[in-house]
């Protein structure tokens, strides 16, 4: 039996003893299940392939290639050994491919520990950008009710001090006399007339807004000044102390009689 036989014997395919009998140029069986050995998962292992010739023990070499003959011709195997060797090989085969399963078991375990790290990561990041977004929301109430509250003390240190003026007046009169006795030292001065208002625009992300407006000029005009600085398109106005809230229908009073001149904070709220 040649060697081509004794490897189909042992349950080799047709393509791939071929493809390791021409490897090892027909020298031994032993050497050719050596080489499926070492090219067992060789993509085109069971290619089709051409039989040219010098398949078996004594045959010519192939074409292009230098006859030898082995000094000494292999012992033929009986099928026990035939038997024994294919074992042996399949034995080999399959250890490694289950170190082949092992280690793409390990990797996939490997690869699922860093996609969950990097998940926690993730998730970590997005914990800590919500706490610093809970933090400036709180800052910027806590910062507007100090402002309300500085605004309030204010109008009634002034309602305080109007009333106290009043009264240090009327007793100023009470000791003076009648008006027509007391003499004219000075003209009663008009009220101070503004030309512009300087206003504060408090956007919704807390950003302030400075501009100066004419007196004459319309809350209306406030509104298209924030529309196109803020980029915004629907929004509210009102005022921080005491709170108003204005309506479409104020938009086309002027900002002195709506008492914002000299100078007022303006509040812009969404929609």
């Given at each position: 039996m040649g060697l081509k036989e004794d490897?189909?014997?042992?349950?080799?395919?047709?393509?791939?003893?071929v493809r390791a009998l021409r490897a090892v140029q027909y020298g031994s069986l032993e050497r050719a299940i050596a080489w499926l050995e070492n090219h067992e998962n060789d993509p085109d292992i069971d290619d089709p392939?051409?039989?040219?010739?010098?398949?078996?023990?004594?045959?010519?070499?192939?074409?292009?290639?230098?006859?030898?003959?082995?000094?000494?011709?292999?012992?033929?195997?009986?099928?026990?050994?035939?038997?024994?060797?294919?074992?042996?090989?399949?034995?080999?085969?399959?250890?490694?491919?289950r170190i082949a399963d092992e280690k793409e078991k390990q990797d996939a375990i490997m690869r699922e520990k860093i996609r969950r790290k990097e998940g926690q990561s993730l998730a970590e990041m997005r914990e800590k950008r919500d706490m610093e977004?809970?933090?400036?929301?709180?800052?910027?109430?806590?910062?507007?009710?100090?402002?309300?509250?500085?605004?309030?003390?204010?109008v009634l240190d002034k309602i305080k001090q109007d009333r106290l003026s009043k009264e240090k007046e009327k007793e100023s009169n009470k000791r003076v006399g009648p008006p027509e006795a007391v003499p004219q030292t000075s003209t009663p001065q008009p009220p101070k007339q503004y030309d512009e208002c300087r206003l504060q625009i408090r956007l919704p992300t807390g950003q302030a807004l400075v501009n100066s407006?004419?007196?004459?000029e319309t809350l209306g005009d406030v509104v298209a000044y924030?529309?196109?600085?803020?980029?915004?398109?629907?929004?509210?106005?009102?005022?921080?102390?005491?709170?108003?809230?204005?309506?479409?229908?104020?938009?086309g009073f002027s900002l002195k009689s709506l008492g914002l001149c000299p100078s007022s904070v303006i509040i812009v709220s969404k929609h």
């Open positions: 490897m189909l014997a042992m349950g080799f395919g047709e393509n791939r003893t392939v051409e039989e040219t010739g010098g398949n078996v023990l004594g045959s010519s070499a192939e074409p292009g290639q230098t006859q030898s003959v082995p000094e000494e011709a292999p012992a033929q195997l009986t099928p026990e050994e035939r038997a024994a060797k294919a074992a042996q090989l399949q034995a080999k085969i399959a250890e490694k491919k977004d809970a933090k400036k929301l709180a800052e910027e109430r806590r910062r507007q009710k100090i402002e309300d509250q500085k605004a309030r003390k204010a407006f004419k007196a004459e924030v529309r196109d600085s803020a980029k915004l398109e629907t929004f509210g106005l009102m005022t921080s102390f005491p709170r108003k809230q204005y309506q479409p229908s104020d938009y």
